[in-house]
C-alpha cells in the first residue's frame, strides 16, 4: 500500500496496492491452491480478495496470527525501535513463531501447495526460519509490497526458499515499500 495516501493509514489499500495485487493475482494466475490464508488486517484481506477472484483455489481464511509484528530486535537495528514497548516485542516474537510453526509443517501423505497473504516482517522472519539462520537476520532482508516468496518444505523437512520478495511482475511504477 502507498502510505502517502489516507487510506493506507487507515489499512486499506490504495489504487496502488490494488494495481499490485492485480498484477501478482495474474502471475499466479492458473495456479491451484489447496488453501490461502490471509492476516486479518484490511489490506491483506483486500488483497487476498483480488487474488482469489483470479486464482482457482481454496476459500480464503482469515488468521489473526499472518498480521504484521515486529519478530525481535536485532542489536543493530535497536535506534529504529526506542519507542517499542517491549510486551509488544515479545507479542511479536511469540506470534511470528506460532505464525511459522502453524504453516510451515512437514507435507503429510500429500503434496500441498498453500498461499500466504500477509506482511513484510513476518515473511521475513518465516525465511530466517526456513533457512536456519538467527531470527535477528529478519531486518537484513529487504521487501516490497506484493513481492512473492516461494518456500517448498519437503516430507524430509528441508526447506528450500526457491525465491524471495520477487516482484518481476510488477512494473517499476508499481515498486513500493
Keep these: 500500500y502507498d502510505t502517502e495516501d489516507s487510506t493506507a ?4 489499500l490504495t489504487e496502488t496496492g490494488r494495481a499490485q495485487a492485480r498484477q501478482v ?7 491451484q491452491f489447496d488453501a490461502t490464508y490471509c492476516s486479518t488486517l ?9 487474488i482469489a477472484a483470479e486464482v482457482p483455489g481454496a476459500e480464503v481464511q482469515r488468521a489473526r496470527v499472518l498480521c504484521e509484528c515486529v519478530p525481535c530486535i536485532p542489536p543493530a537495528f535497536a535506534h529504529y525501535f526506542t519507542k517499542t514497548k517491549p510486551e509488544e516485542i515479545e ?15 512437514r507435507p503429510g501423505r500429500a503434496n ?3 498461499l500466504l497473504v500477509c506482511h513484510g516482517n513476518l515473511i521475513r522472519s518465516f525465511v530466517c526460519r526456513a533457512l536456519g539462520l538467527p531470527i535477528e537476520s529478519w531486518l537484513n532482508f529487504n521487501t516490497h509490497n506484493c513481492g512473492l516468496t516461494i518456500i517448498h518444505i519437503f516430507g524430509d523437512g528441508l526447506r528450500i526458499v526457491e525465491s524471495f520478495n520477487d516482484i518481476g511482475h510488477l512494473p517499476a511504477e508499481l515498486h513500493t515499500r
Design 112 to 114: 500441498r501447495r498453500e
Design 91 to 105: 507479542h511479536g516474537a511469540a506470534q511470528s513463531l506460532a505464525a511459522y510453526e502453524r504453516f510451515f509443517k
Design 42 to 50: 484490511r489490506r491483506a484481506e483486500e488483497t487476498a480478495a483480488i
Design 25 to 31: 493475482a495474474q502471475r499466479l494466475r492458473g495456479m
Design 9 to 12: 493509514r487507515e489499512g486499506g
